[in-house]
């Protein structure tokens, strides 16, 4: 079964200190991973996409690795701010038909004064 | 990138009763999704929305109780139908996303039934 589970599913953590939140997979065929930051009341926000290739990508302080062989991503947040309060979610795209894409049920993250 | 806006952005309604819920984007995407976010959820996909033909429904979603249109490549609807407190959820609409490509979201709608 096509599953994505995230880690922690909630934290704290004080402002301008780093954080890094883990994502394992298990969807086949693999096509591509994203992470997305879903502020409360929001729609998702595209972060990064990053395919089979891809190790490292890097969005302003937002930094995401994989590794496709142990079916790892994590996303690295560097000098948090108190915007970076929001849900973030990993989703693995299926290499099937239109590409079909599968949820993480996210990490809830608080960034506290 | 495309912008999604999504209307309404929240209601109540009564037991019943039915939503049309609407998706518009600002430039035309040839994949419109349709998802079911419970709080503190994992989105869920409801249906493909495919343009000028029925849309696909995932399993668990059926024509009668969610029926979707999508005349052209930038608009879609999606309506909640004969509504019980179950359905109270956020609906959120999504364009784009095939083939390493992005997808963007709409802001969603949370849907209150009493």
């Known amino acids: 079964k096509n599953q994505v589970e995230q880690s922690p599913q909630s934290l704290i953590i004080l402002e301008g200190k780093n954080c890094t939140l883990q994502?394992?997979?298990?969807?086949?065929?693999?096509?591509?991973l994203r992470w997305y930051k879903q502020d409360t009341g929001r729609g998702p926000v595209s972060l990064t996409i990053?395919?089979?290739?891809?190790n490292t990508k890097s969005n302003g302080r937002y930094t995401a690795t994989l590794d496709a062989d142990t079916k790892q991503s994590s996303l690295h947040i560097t000098a948090s701010q108190l915007s970076d309060s929001a849900s973030y979610i990993c989703?693995?795209?299926?290499?099937?038909?239109?590409?079909?894409?599968?949820f993480g049920t996210g990490t809830r993250l608080l960034v506290s004064p | 990138s495309a912008v999604i806006s999504q209307k309404p952005s929240r209601d109540i309604c009564q037991r019943g009763t039915s939503l049309t819920i609407q998706c518009q984007v600002d430039?035309?995407?040839?994949?419109m999704f349709w998802y079911r976010q419970q709080p503190g959820q994992s989105l869920t996909l409801i249906a493909t929305?495919?343009?000028?033909?029925?849309?696909?429904?995932e399993s668990g979603f059926v024509i009668d109780k969610f029926p979707i249109s999508r005349p052209n490549l930038t608009f879609s609807t999606l309506t909640v139908s004969n509504m019980s407190p179950e359905d109270s959820s956020i609906y959120l609409c999504?364009?784009?996303?095939?083939?390493?490509?992005?997808?963007?979201f709409g802001q969603g709608t949370r849907l209150t039934v009493v």
């Open positions: 989703v693995v795209s299926s290499n099937t038909g239109f590409q079909k894409l599968v």
């Open positions: 994502c394992n997979y298990t969807v086949s065929p693999f096509s591509n």
């Open positions: 990053m395919t089979f290739s891809e």
């Open positions: 430039s035309q995407v040839t994949m």
């Open positions: 929305a495919n343009q000028g033909s029925e849309a696909t429904y």
């Open positions: 999504s364009g784009g996303g095939g083939w390493n490509t992005e997808a963007f």
